[in-house]
Structures are given as C-alpha cells and as structure tokens.
C-alpha cells in the first residue's frame, strides 16, 4: 500500500498562562497536523509539534515519504532520517532534554508513524493497540496535571481555571481535574516558585487528596543539594521526583541521596543515554513520550528494554490535540511496563480539538481505548479549517516560554539551578 499524498498542517489553539521553569505558556499553543493518504484510498492521522522549524523538516519529509510502502517502517524511517540529514532541531524552551541529531530523526518521523499505523489498523479493520501488542488495560489512567498559573493572560479576562499561586488554588484546581476527570493521581509542573514553597504545595495537596500517588517536576532548576533537601523533605510522599536537577551525573547523585525514585523526560530522551543513566542509577521512572522516541512502535520497545533493567514506565505530555491522546492511548494500553498513570495536558485544552468529538473520553481518570480501527479518531475538518487560522494569524511561530515571560517580569532568568 503507497504513500499518494501527505498534507502537513499547522495549527495554533489557545492556552492557558501555565507557569514553569521555562516561563509561562503563550496565549496560542502550536501542533501540526499530518494526514497520509495512499493509493488505495485510506487517511491516517498523526500529530507532531508546530514549532516551525520542526514544522520546515516535518514537510521536508513528507515529500520524501510519497510513493513508500506504509509496511515499510524501516524504509520509512531510512527516508525520514534522509531527509533531516545532519539538521539538529532544538526547542527554545529546554523542557524535553537536549537535541541530537537521532532525536530530531526520531520526533519528525513520529508523526507519519502514527499515521501509518492508523492506516494499517483500517486496512485490518483493528484498532492501533492490537498492531502494537494487543491491549493488557482496556482504558488508559492519566494523572491529573496542576501548573501554578495566572488567572489569566495578561490583559485579558479571568479564564475558565483561575489563579493558583499558593496551595489553596493548586487544591482547588486539583478538585476541579479530580471532581471533572476521576482523575487518580495527581503530577506538580513546579520549578516556579521556591522549592520549600512548592513541597507546602505537595502538602497540601496530600492533605486534601490522601489516596492519590502524588509527583513534582521541577524541570530541572534545582541544584543536586536542593534536591536531595526537597527530596528529603518529601519522604514518603511523592511516588515520584521528577528531574529534580539537571543532566545524569546530576540525577544520579539525586537518586543516591533521595528517598524516592526519580523520573525523568529530560536526561534521558533518545536511545544513547540509556546506557549511562542505567550504569548511573540515575532514574526509576522514564516518562516515555512518542513524539520524541521515535512513534509508538519504537517506545514500545525502549520501554521493555527499560523494564528489563529495572526501570518502570510512565508518560511524558506537552500541550497536544486528541489525534496525539488516541496515540497516547493506543501506546499506554498495548505496553504492560507503563504501569504509572500517563501525564496529559487535555483539560487545560477545554475541549478545543480537531478530532470529532465522542471517540476520546475520561472515566474515572482513564480514557477507553477508542473501539474503532486505526486510532479510532476522526478528522473534523471545520476544527482544522479554524485552528489553522488561527496559527495563520496568532502570529507565533515557536514555543517560546522565556520571551513571553519577560514581557511582564524581564529579570526572568532561566538559569539552572536556579535554586
Ligand atoms: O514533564 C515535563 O517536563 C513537561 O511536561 C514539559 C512541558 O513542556 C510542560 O512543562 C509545559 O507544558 O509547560
Ligand atoms: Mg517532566
């Protein structure tokens, strides 16, 4: 079955002022929207990053691809790798890890490969998970995710979450995921506010919520000594530590230290650092995250090979639209290592989606693997038409945490360690 078409489309939708290490989320997030056709008349979907530079190889690529086999992963990939050549794209703001090449290889191609799973799971009339492995958990469970954030964008009206700056509105927005979502664990984007400040956060949110596994992810901008402090201070109350500090020699002399295991979408991001952080014993949780490891069949694999070496699963979310959360889903289900509930930014989407509505929804915390074949989304394309537009005219053009911040605080700094 070949490749006859691909249409690349960028699409810009708003987001709230989530804060983190790297600043605040701008008022429009960006993604990019692929659909493959083949000659035998089927579409599959995929869903990448809008930043534009990934967006220049993204389409590089997808010329590239037309006329191949959607069979042929190796191929596929061996064109995708072609095509970005020695290009190493970088994000400005730092939050998943360090580029190389192999990475920027493994986030462009990512997209098609989904896509073309979606394809092949039509054409057999399956669902994407049974190309993957078949299910081992019919309904997939996220955690819910807080962000300290400002009631709304600058200038402009309280949104739908409002403010949490302190641990009563981290609590209250909790209760709005929990009471809205079932959700049954609970992950802190932190490395905001001074950490002692944040581990109060935790406190109180493991006050208010006694049952849920709770997480703090700091981004990376404390110090090994802060860690091992925080750590310290949070014994017995976080399942995790996520990327306390910076790069594996740091992580390691966290985990040596700290009471809890560590977790990471950071030091660990492409195939070549595993060896390291496992000889290290610098992580117990990798979040696995398919738009930058290579689609779902190739996190598929670093996920068993992780469970191998003792290392347990869970999974990594940037702002993203409902073709990524069926990936996502169909990933999580197929994958018995992913044992901890997977990370999604879906509510802070409120709805806005190019998927028709219907195939994707939360029960109790989880979503239902959708029942239909490929990915078990379909395109609304009135949805696409207006996102597009929107990326047209909103103006940005690359994720870009710092700069926007600066605009209201211009000391910001985003200096690690910054504590
Ligand atoms: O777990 C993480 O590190 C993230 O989810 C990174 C994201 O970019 C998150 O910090 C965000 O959306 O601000
Ligand atoms: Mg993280």
Redo the contacts with the bound molecule.
Sequence with gaps: MLIREITVTPVAFRDPP?L???GV?QPWALRTVVEVVTDEGLTGLGETYGDLDHLDEVRRAATALVGLDVYRHNDLYAAVARSVGDAVVTDR?G??GAATREKTVDRVFSPFEVACLDIKGKAAGRPVVDLLGGRVRDAVPYSA?L?YKWAGHPGEAEDAFGAALDPEGLVEQARLFVDRYGFRSI?L?GGVLPPMEEADGIRALRDAFPGHPLRL?P?AVWSVETSIEVGRALDGVLEYL??PTEGIDGMARVAAEAPMPLAT??CVVTPGHLAPAIERRAIGVL?IDHHYWGGLLRSSHIATLCATFGIELSM????HLGISLAAMTHLAAATPAITHAC?T?TPWQAGQDVVAPGALRFVDGAVPVPDGPGLGVELDRDALAVMNEQYEKCGIRA?D?ATYMRAFEPSFSTRRPRW
């Design positions: 989530l983190n290490a790297a989320h703001h939050l998943i995710y962000f992950k984007k992810d981004n996520e990327d979408n950071m979040l990594h979310s940037n702002s990370d930014h994720r945490d």
